[in-house]
């Protein structure tokens, strides 16, 4: 699936579109870029282990000469892909932007963007330590368009929420926090909303996983909700509340890890989870809510936060 922009800018990729999309629209936008006569951009992010063939391929062979690719350093099946001219961003040190420094709290993403012998600070108020790759995705794209880089760093730091229920941070009941981010949930971006979590997560606090069914092939459904279940636990995660039959795998798989001195609870509904949780929070823990849009848990993570469902 690809996430089209207003300024002829297509994005590519299995976690970020939307994310990436809002940034370079905002950076656009405060720049005032000319949006007629541009060049066509295509912007693809890193691809998850789900999403090999996708058609940002067909769109990169169909370039005009005027058009530019930008796309991640990162992904070895991206960068494969490169062509002669295309702008590259990401950690890896041949990136023309390249990022490197990152720092993840609960108040937001720092990094340092490095680009042409240039260092330039970065600071998102947006939640996850990914941010600073779909940050700097979107401002090699308009730099492509001729903005400037400072005035594209600007846009992004004013920029407060990624997007409804993506790593939306709401304030809970008895001082803890709430990480809404139920709007989508593949394996790759369930992955990196749970290492955002066990990242942002203070020494001393409890880090608490509150996940739905995953967006994953027939093919490979349940070896991926059994790999959500067991990254849960590597990264000790002390409590994980599965909501939903069709999540039971990432409960099973949590459970059968012996090291682990984690709970899971599998729940049926979402206002199970929520009467649990209701009684089982305490002051300073940090909640993540991740499935996907169909499974509902956003209203549930609005429920729990200060937002109405």
Same mark, same amino acid.
């Given at each position: 699936?690809?996430?089209?922009?207003?300024?002829?800018?297509?994005?590519?990729? +299995?976690?970020?579109?939307?994310?990436?999309?809002?940034?370079?629209?905002?950076?656009?936008?405060?720049?005032?870029? !000319?949006? $007629?006569?541009?060049?066509?951009?295509?912007? !693809?992010?890193?691809?998850?282990?789900?999403?090999?063939?996708?058609?940002?391929?067909?769109?990169?062979?169909?370039?005009?000469?005027?058009?530019?690719?930008?796309?991640?350093?990162?992904?070895?099946?991206?960068?494969?892909?490169?062509? *002669?001219?295309?702008?590259?961003?990401?950690?890896?040190?041949?990136? $023309?932007?390249?990022?490197?420094?990152? =720092?993840?709290?609960?108040?937001?993403?720092?990094?340092?963007? $490095? =680009? *042409?012998?240039?260092?330039?600070?970065?600071?998102?108020?947006?939640?996850?330590?990914?941010?600073?790759?779909?940050? @700097?995705?979107?401002?090699?794209?308009?730099?492509?368009?001729?903005?400037?880089?400072?005035?594209?760093?600007?846009?992004?730091?004013?920029?407060?929420?990624?997007?409804?229920?993506?790593?939306?941070?709401?304030?809970?009941?008895?001082?803890?926090?709430?990480?809404?981010?139920?709007?989508?949930?593949?394996? $790759?971006?369930?992955?990196?909303?749970?290492?955002?979590?066990?990242?942002?997560?203070? @020494?001393?606090?409890?880090?608490?996983?509150?996940?739905?069914?995953?967006?994953?092939?027939?093919?490979? +459904?349940?070896?991926? =909700?059994?790999?959500?279940?067991?990254?849960?636990?590597?990264?000790?995660?002390?409590?994980?509340?599965? !909501?939903?039959?069709?999540?039971?795998?990432?409960?099973?798989?949590?459970?059968?890890?012996?090291?682990?001195?984690?709970?899971?609870?599998?729940?049926?509904?979402?206002?199970?989870?929520?009467?649990?949780?209701? *009684?089982?929070?305490?002051?300073? *823990?940090?909640?993540?809510?991740?499935?996907?849009?169909?499974?509902?848990?956003?209203?549930?993570?609005?429920?729990?936060?200060?937002?109405?469902?």
């Amino acid at each position: 699936m690809m996430e089209r922009t207003q300024a002829a800018v297509t994005i590519a990729g +299995s976690v970020g579109k939307s994310t990436t999309s809002r940034m370079l629209e905002s950076i656009l936008a405060a720049a005032d870029a !000319v949006t $007629h006569d541009a060049p066509q951009i295509l912007v !693809v992010l890193s691809e998850g282990p789900n999403e090999q063939g996708q058609p940002w391929r067909d769109n990169l062979q169909s370039l005009t000469s005027r058009g530019v690719a930008v796309l991640s350093a990162d992904d070895a099946s991206v960068a494969e892909s490169r062509l *002669d001219g295309a702008i590259t961003f990401g950690l890896a040190s041949t990136a $023309h932007f390249r990022v490197n420094a990152i =720092h993840a709290t609960l108040n937001g993403t720092s990094f340092l963007l $490095h =680009h *042409d012998g240039v260092t330039y600070p970065v600071a998102l108020s947006i939640l996850g330590e990914y941010q600073a790759t779909n940050a @700097a995705a979107s401002i090699a794209a308009a730099y492509a368009r001729g903005v400037d880089i400072r005035t594209a760093i600007a846009a992004l730091e004013r920029i407060t929420l990624a997007g409804r229920w993506t790593m939306e941070t709401l304030p809970g009941p008895s001082g803890t926090v709430i990480i809404n981010d139920a709007v989508s949930a593949t394996m $790759h971006s369930m992955s990196a909303a749970l290492k955002t979590l066990a990242l942002v997560t203070p @020494a001393g606090r409890r880090s608490v996983a509150v996940l739905g069914e995953l967006t994953a092939p027939e093919t490979s +459904s349940r070896e991926d =909700h059994d790999r959500i279940g067991r990254l849960v636990v590597r990264l000790n995660v002390k409590k994980l509340v599965v !909501v939903g039959e069709s999540a039971r795998h990432i409960h099973n798989a949590a459970g059968l890890e012996g090291s682990w001195d984690g709970e899971s609870v599998l729940v049926g509904s979402r206002d199970e989870a929520y009467a649990l949780l209701r *009684d089982d929070l305490r002051s300073g *823990d940090v909640v993540l809510v991740k499935s996907t849009a169909r499974a509902g848990l956003g209203h549930l993570g609005d429920r729990l936060g200060s937002v109405a469902s």
